[in-house]
C-alpha cells in the first residue's frame, strides 16, 4: 500500500484486490451470453430458488437473496452448503421443485459437490445453475452439458489465486445480479470501484495502525452478509490474530456486544435503505459511547457529526445501484483492512497458515451416505 492512499501491493491477494473494477466488465459479458440458457432455468413461481456455497461463497448468497427476491417476485433462499450436506432433508420443502444456484470458485471443495448431488436426488426436476471462478473444477465438470443445469464460469482472473477469496466474491455476486436480470449499470459500479480503491490504502492502514484485537462489523438486510464476508476476511488474512465478528445493527445488542474492549474496532456498513440506515446510525453512534469516535468506522457516511463523531469511509452510490451491488464496493473496505491487519502482523497475505491448519480447499471433509429414498 502507498501512503498516498492508491491501493496497490504485490501480493496476489492485493493484486486480486485491486483488479475488480476491471474484471466486473468482463464478468459481465460472460453472463450476457448465457443469459439465453439462464432464462429457461427458473420456470414458474411455484419453484423455489435455493443459493448456496460454502464460507466466502455462502456470503455471496446473502447478499444477493433480497435483490433477487424482489427481481423475480418470489422468495430467495440462502442456503449453505455446509447446511445441505449436514441435514438434507431440511433443505426439502414438499414436492416443491428448486433451482440450486451454486457459488464456488474451485468447486473442488467436498460439501459444493455433495450438496448438489444430494438435492439432485431428494428434489423432483431440480435445475442447477453453477456459477464459478473455475471451469476445470468439480462442480463445473460435474453438471456441463447435464440436462437441466447450465455453468457460468467466470473470467480466468476471478480464480482467485490468493489464499482469500476477493475479486472471486464479488464477480461471483455481479454475476448472479446480472444472471436475473437485476439491473446493474456495470461500468458506473466499475468506475465507483475505482474511486473507492482511490482511498483505501489510508483508511486499511488507519485501521491497522490502531492494532485492533478485535473487528466487529455490522450490516443490516443484505448487508448482514457483507458483515459476515468482512469478518471471515479478517480471520483468515490475519489468521485469527485480529478476531473478526459480525452481526446487525439490531442484534448486536442481543447479547454480541458483550465483545466490545479497549481494543476492538467497530466498523458499521451504512445502508442505503433511509429506514434501515436510521438503525444503523443509532448503533455507530451508541459505539462511540462505548469505544470513542477513533474506534467507530461508518462506511459509507459522510458526515461524522450524524454517527457521534465517528470515522467515516466515504463510498460512492452510482444512481439507481441496488444494495448488493453497493455491497460490492463496501467489501473493498473490510478487504483492503483486512489486508493492512495481515501485514501490520507479519503475516504473509497468500499463505497466511504456512503449517496447512487451513487450507485454500477445504480438507478434512468426510461425506456420509444418507440413507433417504431418492425421487423421481
Not at 476491471?22 to 430458488?49: F, K, Q, Y
Not at 433462499?77 to 470458485?105: C, K, N, W
Request: hydrophobic letters at 45%; glycine letters at 10%; a negative charge.
Amino acid at each position: 500500500m502507498h501512503s498516498s492512499g492508491r491501493w496497490s501491493g504485490d501480493s496476489w491477494t492485493a493484486r486480486e484486490i485491486g483488479q475488480q473494477p476491471a474484471t466486473w466488465l468482463r464478468v459481465a459479458e460472460a453472463v450476457r451470453r448465457a443469459r439465453p440458457e439462464i432464462a429457461g432455468l427458473v420456470g414458474d413461481g411455484r419453484r423455489r430458488i435455493v443459493l448456496t456455497g460454502a464460507g466466502t461463497s455462502a456470503f455471496v448468497g446473502e447478499v444477493v437473496a433480497r435483490d433477487l427476491a424482489r427481481r423475480l417476485g418470489r422468495p430467495v433462499e440462502a442456503i449453505a452448503t455446509t447446511e445441505i450436506v449436514a441435514d438434507p432433508a431440511g433443505a426439502v420443502v414438499d414436492d416443491r421443485p428448486v433451482l440450486l444456484v451454486s457459488f464456488a470458485r474451485s468447486g473442488n471443495s467436498p460439501e459444493s459437490v455433495a450438496a448438489a448431488d444430494l438435492l439432485h436426488r431428494l428434489t423432483p426436476g431440480l435445475r442447477h445453475l453453477v456459477i464459478t471462478c473455475d471451469a476445470a473444477g468439480q462442480l463445473a465438470q460435474r453438471w456441463s452439458g447435464a440436462a437441466n443445469a447450465v455453468v457460468v464460469a467466470l473470467p480466468e482472473e476471478v480464480n482467485d489465486r490468493g489464499f482469500a477469496m476477493t475479486s472471486s466474491f464479488t464477480g461471483m455476486a455481479l454475476a448472479a445480479l446480472l444472471a436475473f436480470g437485476v439491473d446493474v449499470d456495470v461500468e458506473a459500479l466499475a468506475r465507483a470501484g475505482s474511486t473507492v480503491l482511490e482511498g483505501a490504502a489510508d483508511h486499511a492502514s488507519a485501521i491497522a495502525g490502531a492494532k485492533p484485537s478485535r473487528l466487529v462489523f455490522l450490516g443490516s438486510g443484505p448487508l448482514r452478509g457483507l458483515a459476515g464476508e468482512a469478518a471471515l476476511k479478517c480471520l483468515e488474512l490475519t489468521r485469527g490474530e485480529v478476531v473478526g465478528l459480525a452481526d446487525s445493527a439490531l442484534g448486536f445488542r442481543h447479547g454480541p456486544k458483550s465483545v466490545l474492549d479497549e481494543r476492538t474496532i467497530a466498523v458499521v456498513f451504512l445502508s442505503t435503505d433511509p429506514h434501515t440506515r436510521a438503525y444503523d446510525a443509532d448503533i455507530a453512534r451508541e459505539l462511540v459511547q462505548s469505544l470513542g469516535e477513533e474506534r467507530v468506522v461508518v462506511v459509507g457516511g459522510e458526515d461524522a457529526g450524524e454517527f457521534g463523531g465517528a470515522r467515516i469511509w466515504p463510498m460512492p452510490w452510482p444512481a439507481g445501484l441496488p444494495v448488493a451491488g453497493y455491497a460490492l464496493l463496501a467489501v473493498i473496505a473490510a478487504q483492503t483492512t483486512a489486508l493492512a491487519c495481515s501485514l501490520a502482523l507479519g503475516i504473509t497475505p497468500d499463505n497466511p497458515f504456512p503449517e496447512g491448519e487451513v487450507n485454500r480447499v477445504v480438507q478434512g471433509v468426510v461425506i456420509h451416505d444418507f440413507a433417504a429414498p431418492e425421487v423421481g
